[in-house]
């Protein structure tokens, strides 16, 4: 498929600040309010034609395979992996200034990029099995109950949303339950989270921003027309990315560096085993002073 934009027509420079920016509401809506935020017109079409065209380019197959039970969601056809390796205008996006002031406000001014995806609801799709974002999947916390209550305030994700076409009810827009990411909570009754769940309405060029432990899925495309938009996972640095984004992706600039977590220096080797000799460190055997101790 010959695609109409290269890489070299994507213009760094030209961003769009969102309409009725407030930083400190957006924070405040995200984390103590009922969880979620529409920020309107940050996208042009042009930048909106260029992304959709390398989206829609080639089969729309999910490559994931994802089978404990809070991660299905991911085996949802209409996703698409890996978009920092399909074209500049995906670094572009996800770089959105006013992405990066929210994510590094929210989640530590090192935060990082943890997954970028397309998830297409064509027309006819079924919708999604309602969920929360990793790392908010029970397999990865202790089993007690009530483990997942931190404030809040302390995200450990943050779901950014970039809208490629409208979304609304008709066509299977974002569904989430306001405030369910106080207390977080698995949404294992579809009739409970269906029953409490509203529907996002946004235009092409919106961005939809939520806290990672709400309820929500994408939901059934009733229309004729296609609803897509490009989900952007971001976690503070300590936590291990959702999906492996660095390979073949060469930082554009400092920011998408900052995304890649390329200059993060953990984990450091502080000590360093002599390699002539293998013994236990529980037999005491290593004890040999030309083992190497590392500097701060
Ligand atoms: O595409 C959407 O509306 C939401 C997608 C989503 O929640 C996910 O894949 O984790």
Known sequence: MVLKFLDSDVNMDDYIKPKAYDLQDICRRITTGEGWVVLEGMFSSQDIEMAKERIFAGKLT???????????????????????????IFSKMAAHPTIMEVSCKLLGN??????????????GMKGQ?????????????????DCMNLPPTHLLALQIVTLLTDFKPENGSTAIVPGSHINPKHPDNPEEFFSKAIQLTAKAGDVIMFAGPIQHCAMANNTSQIRCGILQHMVPLYITPFE?????????????????????PHPILKYQRNNSKRG??????????????LGR
């Open 110 to 123: 090192k935060c990082r990029l943890s997954s970028l995806a397309a998830n297409t609801v064509l027309p």
């Open 62 to 88: 999910n490559q994931g395979s994802f089978n404990n039970p809070d991660d299905r969601h991911n085996n949802y056809d209409g996703l698409k992996w890996g978009l920092l390796s399909r074209g500049k």
């Open 129 to 145: 099995q309602p969920h929360l974002d990793y790392p908010y999947y029970r397999h990865l916390w202790p089993e007690s109950e």
């Open 280 to 293: 236990s460190i529980a037999s005491g055997e290593d004890m040999d002073i030309k083992d190497i101790e």
């Open 244 to 264: 492996d984004i660095t390979y073949k992706v060469e930082p554009e600039n400092e920011v998408i560096r900052q995304l890649l977590a390329v200059d993060n």
